[in-house]
C-alpha cells in the first residue's frame, strides 16, 4: 500500500490509496516499448481541487504516463479512472479535461485571438470563451497581436488559454514554466493558485522543485517508471531528519561545540566558521552542555531538507 510517507519504490501492483477522493487513480498502468517499460506498474492517485506536482529525473516516465492519461497513448497493462472515467474510453472525460502537453502550437502570423477562435471552432466551445480565457490569463490587451511577436512567457500562457477553453474540471500542464524569466514563473505560479481555489485539479509536471515547493499540495515522484512516492509534498520533506547550524563567540568555540555534539551522539563537523550537527532533536540538549563546557551560542538554526534535497534522496535511494 502506498503511503503519505517516504517510500522506496513502489512495487508494480501495489494497491493505490484508497482514502483520497481522486480525479486520476491507475492501477498498475504500464507502457512497454520494445520490451523495455517505460511506466512500470504504476499506481497513481491525484486528489481533486489540489495543485499536483509530478517529477521524477529525466527519462523517468512522466510524458508517457501524462499521454496515457490523456488518451495519446494505449497503455500495455493496467487501467484507471480519470475523472470517474475510464483510460479505456477516454473520450468519455476528456471534454473536462485541459492540457498543455511539450509546449504550446500556433499560427504564428495570426494573433494571439485568432488563433484561440480556431481552437474554439474545432473543439466546438463557445467563442465567448476566448474573451474569457484571455482575461483570466492576463492577455486580452494583447489578443489582437501575432503570436511571433509574443514573449516565451507570453506564449506560454496563451498555451494555458488553450487549455482552459473546454472549462475543464482537470488541467494537466507539462513544464509549463520551461523557460519562463522569474516574472513569467511568478505569474504561472498565481495562474495555478486561482485555478485551484476555483475549485479545479492541477496536475503539473516540472524539474523546477523549488517553483513546485511553493505551490504544490501533493507531490507524485516517479523513477525509473516506477512509484517512489505520492503523498503530501510536506510529508515527503519532513520525512528528512532535520539538522542543526550552530555557531559560538570565537573560533575556537567551534571544535568544542563539536565534540559536544558527538556526545550527545550526532555527527557533526565545522565547516566556514559554523558547526553542522546532523540530528536536530538535540538543540535543547546542545544548549546547555555547551554553556557547561563554558561556550555561548551565538546561533542556533534548524535547517530543513528542501524539496530538490528529499527528491535526490528518494531517487538515490537513501530514504528509509
Request: no cysteine; aromatic share 4%.
Amino acid at each position: 500500500m502506498t503511503t503519505s510517507t517516504a517510500l522506496p519504490l513502489a512495487p508494480p501492483g501495489a494497491a493505490p490509496r484508497a482514502d483520497v477522493d481522486a480525479a486520476i487513480r491507475t492501477r498498475g498502468l504500464t507502457k512497454a516499448y520494445a520490451g523495455r517499460r517505460v511506466v512500470d506498474g504504476v499506481d497513481l492517485v491525484v486528489p481533486r481541487g489540489s495543485i499536483s506536482g509530478f517529477v521524477g529525473p529525466n527519462g523517468a516516465g512522466k510524458t508517457t504516463t501524462l499521454r496515457m492519461l490523456l488518451g495519446l497513448v494505449r497503455p500495455s497493462d493496467g487501467g484507471g479512472e480519470v475523472l470517474g472515467g475510464s483510460l479505456d474510453h477516454p473520450l468519455g472525460y476528456l471534454p473536462r479535461v485541459g492540457a498543455l502537453i511539450e509546449g504550446p502550437a500556433f499560427y504564428p502570423n495570426l494573433s494571439g485571438r485568432a488563433n484561440l477562435r480556431v481552437l474554439a471552432t474545432l473543439g466546438g466551445f463557445s467563442r465567448a470563451r476566448v474573451e474569457e480565457v484571455l482575461e483570466v490569463v492576463e492577455l486580452r490587451d494583447r489578443g489582437a497581436d501575432q503570436y511571433r511577436t509574443y514573449s516565451l512567457g507570453m506564449k506560454q500562457r496563451l498555451g494555458v488559454a488553450a487549455a482552459l477553453l473546454p472549462q475543464p474540471e482537470l488541467l494537466v500542464l507539462d513544464e509549463p514554466t520551461n523557460g519562463l524569466d522569474p516574472n513569467g514563473i511568478i505569474e504561472t505560479r498565481a495562474l495555478l493558485r486561482r485555478f485551484r481555489d476555483e475549485g479545479m485539479t492541477v496536475f503539473v509536471s516540472s524539474h523546477l522543485l523549488a517553483e513546485l515547493e511553493q505551490v504544490a499540495d501533493w507531490l507524485v515522484l516517479i523513477d525509473r517508471g516506477r512509484l517512489a512516492y505520492q503523498g503530501p509534498i510536506g510529508d515527503l520533506m519532513g520525512s528528512s531528519r532535520a539538522s542543526l547550524l550552530v555557531a559560538g563567540e570565537s573560533p575556537d568555540d567551534l571544535e568544542v561545540i563539536a565534540a559536544v555534539a558527538r556526545r550527545l551522539g550526532s555527527g557533526a563537523r565545522v565547516v566556514d566558521r559554523h558547526v553542522h550537527i546532523d540530528d536536530a532533536t538535540i538543540a535543547a540538549q546542545l544548549n546547555r552542555a555547551a554553556m557547561k563546557a563554558g561556550v555561548t551560542l551565538t546561533e542556533l538554526t534548524v535547517q530543513r531538507a528542501t524539496l530538490e534535497e528529499s527528491f535526490l534522496a528518494v531517487t538515490r535511494g537513501e530514504q528509509s
